[in-house]
């Protein structure tokens, strides 16, 4: 298990010891009934997500060098991806890139062209954050914010998602694709550059995820392996499915067509859905049904108690 933040905190700063422990030690998992919201609302507070932040990149690096202890064999994959980086961003740029390079486009190519988003629109380092975050709160088997960043091609899909949804928007159409053909090729997932992706993003496995061109996915979403968020083939225009805030889709899941998911709703393994998804909804079968609806006044107190163990604790002194 991972070591509490004790040093990192001191070196912070502006969060104290007791905090940033009892941040650590939150580890909520997410369960049909529990809406989330925690990730947006660090990500709402500027002061609170710096200040996460240099806690994250402390951590971080003082995994890098645990494991490098453990492991000097991948020395160079420690050293170049962490601890000869000079911040977060800038190592989880690097990391993409050197999974995305090859003879065609380069490293310090794919890094620029990171690096010109990344100054452009701040909003990408703030999803940047809140996804790492979202695999190491809800993902069971990541024990280390070091697995996710170096390992997970789930979070790496969506951070060269994030980049090729930036290049089709600034009109760089061909530099865009490419890049979208190569992260298809590694991570095994295809994800259309102009699909629309909130913050908090957990694509767990990832392989065989499809998504078209005109999806959009909320904030906090967890999307299991081999779903599709596809159309029908009769529809023109806005033809891919609207994914609310805090919905869980499970492995196998087809959602077809111009249709919404409502938020905090539940898509069981295997499903096709084929039909708007009320919020709260748990939906199952082929077609998919209605099996349950959450009561929103039971859903509050799970979400309060997760703001209170993550958000309170580890950012009240900054907010």
């Known amino acids: ?35 989330l919201g925690h990730q947006t609302l660090v990500a709402r507070c500027p002061g609170a997500v710096q200040a996460f932040t240099e806690v994250l990149w402390a951590r971080l690096r003082r995994e890098a060098e645990d494991a490098l ?38 490293l310090p190519l794919i890094v620029q062209a990171f690096n010109r988003a990344l100054e452009a629109d701040p909003e990408i380092a703030a999803a940047l954050r809140t996804d790492i975050i979202a695999v190491y709160e809800f993902d069971p088997a990541c024990e280390r914010f070091i697995e996710p960043f170096l ?15 930036w290049l089709w928007l600034n009109g760089e159409r061909d530099f865009c694709e490419y890049l979208q053909s190569r992260a298809s090729e590694i991570f095994q997932t295809d994800i259309h550059p102009a699909a629309r992706f909130g913050r908090g993003i957990f694509l767990d496995h990832a392989t065989g995820l499809v998504v078209g061109e005109t999806a959009v996915v909320g904030d906090d979403v967890t999307i299991q392996q081999d779903v599709t968020l596809g159309g029908t083939g009769i529809q023109a225009a806005e033809r891919h499915p609207k994914i609310g805030s805090g919905v869980i889709v499970g492995a196998g899941a087809k959602i077809l067509g111009n249709i919404a998911v409502g938020d905090n709703a539940r898509v069981a393994a295997g499903s096709v859905v084929l039909r708007p998804v009320p919020a709260r909804a748990t939906v199952a079968g082929v077609p998919a049904r209605v099996v349950r609806i959450d009561a929103a006044d039971g859903m509050a107190r799970p979400m309060d108690q997760i703001l209170l163990d993550l958000a309170r604790e580890a950012f009240v002194g900054t907010i």
């Open 69 to 106: 202890e453990r492991a000097p064999i991948l020395a160079p994959l420690f050293l170049d991806s962490v601890l000869n980086q000079h911040s977060f961003e800038a190592a989880a740029i690097h990391r993409v890139a050197a999974r995305l390079r090859n003879d065609v486009v380069t």
């Open 1 to 35: 298990m991972v070591q509490p933040l004790a040093d990192e905190a001191d070196a912070a700063g502006p969060m104290s010891r007791r905090r940033a422990i009892m941040a650590a030690r939150a580890r909520p998992r997410r369960t049909a009934s529990q809406p």
């Open 151 to 165: 390992y997970f091609k789930g979070f790496h899909a969506i951070q060269a998602h994030r980049l090729t949804h």
